[in-house]
């Protein structure tokens, strides 16, 4: 091959990719280079932003227990949505597996269903059914005497883990059923043949065979709740901030753009530590799974 | 009395019959396969013995016990399956040591259980790898030993070489045939390949949509197939039409230019059936002409086209000089090595 070939050869694949890079670069590398950026400059009631390098937002950030508050909030609804899902997810799946063919495509549908669906109209859902004495389901137990004062579920944490566990629900069941599929048909054969009960083989066969899959749904869930911003929004409103409407409120209401910037760039270098070091841990952990 | 019995088994699923009246006995120790086409229900018969699916007629006795009555995992039969259906999750020495556990036995003897089960299917020294780590004959290795260290009453084995290149499938028959007649567990084998089937078993039980076919030994299935589905299905074969002329004395068994002397019992049109290695070329007999000539090494393949249509012959190679393409031939047998049966 003549030297000028050689050449065209070693610069093909980059003119291949060459438009989706570019917008790769252009719609979120220099965003978030500049989010972070931001981050970092001054801003007054009266001067706006002005484009020096200081500290004073993040300074503000790690000192003041009002962002700590937000933040440990953050990660807590994030972390119980996820176990929530897990927990129910992880046996809707196994159950939807183990349906016959019609029915699993129905039930299929039903879980995946409300993808198609906005969050925001599935979040007000919940609030048509639970918000104060208007709410559905506490109009009718309240007639019905089973209760005097309304559910508490509008502003409350319990409220936004519920919401974001039914949002969230298809990701963690869609990431078991994954993992399920590449289950031996014949493996649960094998192991009632040697003598295990249902309880054992769901144990020690199936469960640690599915928990990769439960655990990049729990990634999946996790990253998504952390920053979700709608269900937050209208379940916990201006009275339980989470980072991401603290940083809208920032952006948008007190109009302090570096420091809903500081809040964002925090936001997301807390979620890529977390993902990337529990992918790695899971890796490690079930490589032979994997294989 | 017979170990293993199954009496008029049938199974059905909604209107479809997959299996229908199967009855078999099957001695201790013995080495039976069911062999037959896909479809053929030959393991729907092993999942009805081991439990995974109930049969809709018919009783299944294990030592004069209705096996039907016990769970699947009360049954103690050691069963490998066709994908190995090993646990990935686990070392090939926890995969071997998970039936043992299931039935308390205690550390120390398991550990030697398992290490000895390894051995004797000859993966000393391979405790601690993951099956994903392992060839498909080593993967095959482990599902054996775990289904044997169980003791199992019967060895149920699902296809189990199927998925292995055919040097090692011929390794693992004569290592399987070895550890069988060592351990003298009773074992049944599902098989679509006539060769395992052949290499592997006292009996053979074969079948096709549903029905037994056959049960006889190797040799009994070979030489004397019972109906054409069997004598197809094992080996080659040729059908020619013949007839038997009972006006003349003595009457004549006549294909094309060939005859011999008539077999008692039918008249009319027939169906002969010969096996090619047993077709030779002679001065005499059905004329043919030569169409294809393949050498294989120890023997050479003849296809031709004769009077009654075509015919495969199958001459070992002795080093005599062999007819070439093209060249008009006689084909000709001795009678005792044909079948006769009504005319299809």
Redesign the interface.
């Known amino acids: 091959m003549s030297a000028s070939a050689e050449e065209r050869n070693a610069r093909t694949p980059w003119v291949l990719t060459a438009p989706a890079l570019m917008l790769f670069v252009g719609v979120l590398l220099i965003p978030l280079a500049m989010t972070v950026m931001l981050s970092f400059h001054d801003w007054g009631q009266y001067k706006g932003i002005e484009p020096v390098f200081i500290l004073k937002n993040w300074h503000e950030i790690v000192t003041d227990p009002y962002y700590a508050e937000m933040f440990g909030r953050t990660f807590r609804i994030a972390i119980l949505t996820t176990l929530l899902t897990a927990v129910l997810g992880a046996p809707e799946a196994y159950i939807l597996n183990r349906m016959s063919g019609c029915w699993k495509s129905v039930f299929l549908l039903v879980i995946l269903g409300p993808l198609l669906i906005s969050v925001v109209a599935r979040t007000l859902g919940w609030a048509l059914l639970f918000g104060g004495n208007n709410g559905l389901v506490n109009k009718l137990l309240m007639s019905a005497g089973v209760i005097r004062a309304p559910i508490p579920f509008m502003f409350t944490e319990t409220g936004m883990v519920v919401a974001l566990a039914h949002v969230m629900m298809p990701f963690m069941v869609l990431s078991v059923w994954a993992a399920l599929q590449r289950l031996?048909?014949?493996?649960e054969?094998?192991?009632?043949?040697?003598?295990?009960?249902p309880v054992?083989i769901i144990r020690?066969?199936i469960m640690?065979?599915i928990m990769p899959g439960v655990l990049s749904g729990a990634i999946i869930v996790f990253s998504l709740s952390a920053s979700a911003f709608a269900t937050p929004a209208i379940i916990g409103g201006r009275r339980l901030k989470v980072a991401a409407t603290l940083a809208y409120d920032e952006f948008l209401n007190t109009l302090n753009w570096p420091l809903g910037a500081a809040v964002a760039t925090l936001l997301l270098a807390a979620l890529v530590l977390i993902v990337v070091g529990s992918n790695a841990l899971i890796e490690r952990r079930?490589a032979?799974?994997f294989? | 009395m017979a170990y293993l019995e199954l009496e008029g088994v049938a199974k059905q699923f909604g209107a479809q019959t997959v299996v229908d009246d199967f009855s078999l006995a099957v001695g201790k120790g013995e080495f039976i396969s069911f062999l037959g086409p896909s479809g053929c229900g030959k393991t729907t018969t092993l999942q009805m013995i081991?439990?995974?699916l109930d049969p809709t007629r018919g009783a299944i006795r294990l030592e004069g016990k209705d096996l039907t009555a016990i769970h699947?995992?009360?049954?103690?039969?050691?069963?490998v399956?066709?994908?190995?259906?090993?646990?990935?999750?686990m070392t090939a020495a926890e995969n071997v040591a998970?039936?043992l556990e299931?039935?308390n036995v205690p550390r120390g003897e398991r550990t030697e259980r398992v290490r000895a089960a390894l051995a004797m299917v000859g993966l000393a020294g391979y405790e601690e790898r993951?099956p994903?780590?392992m060839s498909g004959g080593q993967q095959q290795r482990v599902a054996l030993a775990?289904?044997l260290v169980?003791k199992p009453s019967v060895l149920l084995l699902d296809e189990p070489l199927s998925n292995l290149d055919a040097k090692l499938r011929e390794e693992m028959q004569i290592e399987l045939r070895q550890i069988q007649r060592t351990i003298g567990t009773t074992t049944i084998l599902v098989t679509h390949d006539q060769n395992e089937a052949m290499s592997l078993s006292d009996r053979i039980v074969v079948m096709s949509q549903g029905r037994i076919e056959q049960i006889g030994t190797p040799q009994e299935t070979y030489e004397k197939p019972a109906s054409a589905f069997v004598s197809q299905f094992l080996g080659k074969t040729n059908d020619f039409a013949a007839t038997i002329d009972r006006t003349s004395a003595p009457a004549r068994l006549i294909a094309g230019s060939w005859s011999a002397p008539a077999p008692a019992g039918r008249s009319g049109a027939v169906t002969i059936s010969i096996r090619p290695e047993r077709i030779d070329f002679g001065d005499a007999g059905l004329s043919a002409k030569i169409v294809t000539r393949i050498f294989q090494g120890n023997h050479w393949l003849f296809q031709c086209e004769s009077e009654c249509g075509p015919a495969t012959v199958i001459r070992q190679n002795d080093g005599q000089s062999q007819p070439v393409e093209g060249e008009a031939v006689h084909l000709t047998w001795r009678p005792e090595d044909m079948g006769v049966r009504g005319a299809a």
């Open positions: 031996d048909p014949q493996i054969n094998a192991a009632l043949s040697l003598g295990a009960g054992t020690r066969i640690p065979q079930y032979e799974v294989r | 081991a439990g995974f699947p995992a009360k049954r103690g039969l050691g069963i399956f066709q994908s190995y259906a090993l646990f990935p999750h998970f039936g299931m039935r993951h994903r780590r775990r289904a169980i």
